[in-house]
């Protein structure tokens, strides 16, 4: 009797530490998608969406005609994946190039936002954040011998202004240095601007 009574509360104490059954429903795990983890559907072919035709400018300002005479070429490049932003390389005639990509709103980052005003002081009215666009350097081809190392010695984001004036369709590239955006020091980040205006 005393060995049935022993058996029959192991069975108990036994029982009281097996996990609680749950429904096969309620128990089932449900991954969540690639979607939801903020991947891509690798089933799905990524088609990037197309991009605009090269753009030919010429130096304009006294300093991209010093540092970059002659033409410069900028290449719309495409998305190369569906979370990155498409790009631009900025060839230039005396063989500098350069491989970036967007940044979408960079121009409106910090607080204060950069005075977009210093380096486009040559601007009609007000320059807004708006109005200009962002690019972090990727990639470069440097050509030995190449004064001031390019348009910096290690170019890290473009600030590029379109414009119109009187020469017709301009952009003014203005070339920052660091490693992050906005600039800890916006006095010595900004290394040079650079205009061109468009080959007709």
């Not at 005639?93 to 204060?112: H, S």
Request: aromatic share 8%; hydrophobic share 35%; net charge negative.
């Amino acid at each position: 009797m005393r060995a049935l009574i022993v058996a029959a509360a192991s069975v108990i104490a036994l029982a009281a530490c097996q996990p609680e059954t749950k429904p096969a429903e309620e128990s089932a795990a449900v991954d969540p998608t690639a979607e939801e983890l903020g991947q891509d559907d690798p089933s799905v072919v990524f088609e990037p969406a197309p991009v605009g035709p090269p753009k030919i400018y010429e130096a304009m300002s006294n300093t991209a005609m010093s540092f970059t005479p002659g033409k410069l070429t900028v290449t719309p490049t495409p998305q190369s994946g569906v979370n990155m932003p498409p790009g631009a390389t900025f060839a230039f005639e005396n063989g500098i190039r350069y491989e970036t990509v967007m940044a979408p709103g960079g121009a409106g980052m910090g607080d204060p936002v950069y005075d977009w005003n210093g380096p486009f002081p040559g601007a009609s009215g007000k320059v807004e954040a708006g109005d200009v666009e962002m690019y972090t350097v990727e990639g470069e081809t440097i050509p030995a011998g190449t004064p001031n190392g390019g348009l910096c010695d290690k170019p890290y984001i473009f600030a590029v202004y379109p414009h119109t004036d009187s020469q017709g369709e301009v952009i003014t590239i203005a070339a920052f240095t660091g490693t992050g955006w906005p600039p800890e020091n916006p006095e010595t980040a900004l290394c040079g601007t650079f205009s061109y205006s468009a080959v007709k």
